[in-house]
């Protein structure tokens, strides 16, 4: 039976909230339900913080077989999208703690899912020796904000006159949002010139986009049309095809997050105040994706 150290438990709640896949207060809830919890999502406040309520379950279920099964849940493979990469450098991530504990995880192709096989546990330092892939998906905020992108010019990227013309307002009253200080406004404004740059591209390249791996399919295993993809599509299909790179890719889904918060309700349950550290991040984003584009649009012309 696995019993997780606390910081373990801690690395597993960060993977079940948002590393594997961003979860919402009710997806939170839904997750915990099949362990066989009975909670219900209360909208408008009496909902704690997303991390406290998933801590706190964790630690009412380890040492139980629920524990297990949590893991598997939060490493199931069809929740990744088909990124083998991300998969991959999460497993490792988690991994980092849990071979603390004399465990380790792994996907089990006969299985297709996550198993459990016991471990040495390592040194206290061996820690520190981690693999290139993790440093990678471990990059911090900070060094992020200190990349320069150049030539984020969306004229060569939106071919539609009139769409072209909007994006270019927007961006415009994004500028005044931030200089006044008006936060979530810019968050949501940068969230919309993302979405139209990123549909831009896919409506131009449909036929790449439509073939790719994290094209979004229908029920009967059909792509769904262009115009009807969801950002989380979008983004992970411009990375797989090589629009936006790994750093862009990761911040992508922050920016992505943060649209969710235009539901006042949704803010107040997850506490959600952003500042202006929040719109530099969000605003750096935008600016790399734009710059990864125009690199990847000169390549091909």
């Known amino acids: 039976m696995l019993k997780l150290s606390d910081k373990t438990l801690k690395m597993l709640g960060s993977m079940i909230n948002e590393e594997t896949r961003y979860r919402k207060g009710p997806e939170l809830v839904d997750f915990f339900n099949n362990l066989g919890f009975r909670d219900v999502y209360k909208w408008g406040g009496g909902f704690p913080s997303r991390s406290t309520f998933t801590e706190s379950h ?26 083998r990469q991300k998969y991959d450098e999460c497993v490792e991530k988690f991994n980092q703690e849990l071979r603390f504990d004399g465990w380790e995880i792994f996907f089990d192709e006969s299985l297709n899912e996550v198993s459990f096989r016991r471990v040495k546990p390592p040194s206290q330092f061996s820690s520190l020796r981690k693999s290139q892939a993790v440093k990678v998906a ?15 010019d969306v004229d060569r990227i939106v071919e539609t006159p009139e769409v072209l013309a909007i994006i270019k307002s927007r961006l415009s009253e994004l500028k005044k949002c931030m200089s006044n200080g008006a936060a979530l406004s ?18 131009k390249q449909a036929a790449k986009f439509a073939a790719a791996k994290t094209a979004i399919r229908d029920k009967s295993g059909n792509v769904i049309q262009i115009p009807d993809w969801k ?30 918060y235009i539901h006042p309700y949704e803010q107040y349950s997850q506490r959600f105040y952003p500042d202006v550290n929040t719109v530099n991040i969000a605003f750096q984003v935008l600016k790399g994706a734009i710059a990864q584009i125009n690199e990847k649009v000169t390549r091909e012309t």
């Open 138 to 152: 471990e990059e911090t905020e900070e060094s992020f904000l200190q990349k320069q992108f150049v030539n984020i």
């Open 186 to 203: 810019a968050l949501f404004l940068i969230g919309s010139v993302l979405e139209g740059v990123l549909l831009a591209v896919a409506m």
């Open 58 to 83: 964790l630690l009412s279920i380890n040492c139980r077989p629920e524990i297990e099964k949590a893991i598997k849940m939060a490493f199931a493979p069809r929740d990744f999208d088909g990124d």
């Open 231 to 260: 950002l989380r599509a979008l983004i992970d299909t411009a990375k797989e095809l090589g629009y936006v790179k790994d750093d862009v890719h990761r911040f992508c889904h922050y920016v992505r997050d943060y649209r969710n």
